[in-house]
Antibody, heavy 120, light 107 residues
Framework: QVQLQESGPGLVKPSGTLSLTCTVS?????????WNWVRQSPGKGLEWIGE???????NSNPSLKSRVIISVAKSRNQLYLDLTSVTAADTAVYYC?????????????WGQGIPVTVSS | DIQMTQSPSSLSASVGDRVTITCRAS??????LNWYQQKPGKAPKVLIR???SLQSGAPSRFSGSGSGTDFTLTINSLQPEDFATYYC?????????FGQGTKLEIK
């Protein structure tokens, strides 16, 4: 059973960088899954941030693209999210999400989510 | 971006009722449409994938249909545990996008 666990600071200052870690258990991060970050805020609902495959291929939401860095550490079975130049609009619950590398795939695996507030 | 529009935004129903939630895509997405259920304080959970395939372990009272731009999620014989918020999501093209959600409440 695949389990995902997000970790990181719950409070980030405006203009700073939001950095989160997702630890994957029950599966190898080198398996045939895309690993995603999704966030949820009251104002914008569910928003897909981006994804990474174990070979390092990434895709990200154009609305955030210039501020998003997603990476993996295979040896640690972890993936990471860095979101730079944050503002209050980046306040949200951030989810680590996994889905198969397949046509018409869904987001099968979700972490419990980590709330992050951007405030001074 | 493909816009996903759900209706209604909220819905009141009783245990045993049959309810239908619709999701419309701003352009054709074939059957690249997934449905999720979310309960307060929890992460979304996939119910239906590829418009009509029931996720393993999901109750058979849930069903999905549609193709192109118009999709429906139907719940037959509502159970107390079904009161939650439901989201559609397109996996046709990046950026993947979600509907705004339909909150299903007890009447």
């Amino acid at each position: 059973q695949v389990q995902l666990q997000e970790s990181g600071p719950g409070l980030v200052k405006p203009s700073g960088t939001l950095s989160l870690t997702c630890t994957v258990s029950g599966d190898s991060i080198s398996s045939s899954n895309w690993w995603n970050w999704v966030r949820q805020s009251p104002g914008k609902g569910l928003e897909w941030i981006g994804e990474i495959y174990h070979d390092g291929s990434t895709n990200s939401n154009p609305s955030l693209k210039s501020r998003v860095i997603i990476s993996v550490a295979k040896s640690r079975n972890q993936l990471y999210l860095d979101l730079t130049s944050v503002t209050a609009a980046d306040t949200a619950v951030y989810y680590c999400v996994g889905g198969p590398n397949a046509v018409a795939a869904a987001f099968d695996y979700w972490g419990q989510g980590i709330p992050v507030t951007v405030s001074s | 971006d493909i816009q996903m529009t759900q209706s209604p935004s909220s819905l009141s129903a009783s245990v045993g009722d049959r309810v239908t939630i619709t999701c419309r895509a701003s352009q054709g997405i074939s059957n690249f449409l997934n449905w999720y259920q979310q309960k307060p304080g929890k992460a979304p959970k996939v119910l239906i994938r590829a418009a009509s395939s029931l996720q393993s372990g999901a109750p058979s009272r849930f069903s999905g249909s549609g193709s192109g731009t118009d999709f429906t999620l139907t719940i037959n014989s509502l159970q107390p545990e079904d009161f939650a918020t439901y989201y559609c999501q397109q996996s046709f093209t990046i950026p993947y996008t979600f509907g705004q959600g339909t909150k299903l409440e007890i009447k």
